[in-house]
């Protein structure tokens, strides 16, 4: 296992190699995997790529993400505007079905609710967004109701898993119960546990995915 510091200084190489996050002053601290991150940024969208080059580090196993937004004059936005910004940003996204979801902003941070068939259309929500000017944080609330009457498979959603080349699913296992899947066991890192909780969605007839899988890592 790597130790405490080698791992930070990895976080912090990797944070550092970002060309958004050059300028950005980020603290990290690690230990036995666990990596929190503090400090502040002036955009979301450095807070979130900020989280995402963190756990893409080989060895981290959870992010504590502690960054607040503190928006420059040049990048403060009113509520408003915000909202504009957002209405006008849905418009160039032929995926997301704009009549199905709220938007409420507060100082700021929006608040998404709803109800989508399929997740991919809740995440391309928030990826329209993220990168917006004056929005200091997000809150997706949109739930998913898939109107699929199809029978969830468990062995279409293992060989799915099986089918990529990048998750070791050895360790793996898949519940289905009530349009639920429930993804447990072990995998190598955070990519790979994002990467199978994708693929689960996927699957036709799923209302939620539960991962519970752990990010075990071993030199």
Known sequence: MKSNEDLQKNVVAAINWEP???AAEIGVMAIDGVVTLT???NTYAKKAEAEQAARNVTGV???VENIHVVCDAAEKRTDAQIIMAIVSAFKWHWDIPTEKISVIVENGWVFLTGELEWNYQKEAVKSAISNLIGITGITNNISITNSSKDIIELKDIEMAI???GTINNKDITIDIF???VTLRGHVDSWHQKS???RIAWNAPGVKQVQNDLYVDFEE
Do not use: C, I, Y
């Open 20 to 22: 958004l996050l050059q």
């Open 39 to 41: 400090g502040s940024v």
């Open 61 to 63: 196993k959870t992010v």
């Open 162 to 164: 099986e089918r990529n």
């Open 178 to 180: 009530d349009s639920v």
């Open 195 to 197: 990467e199978a909780g």
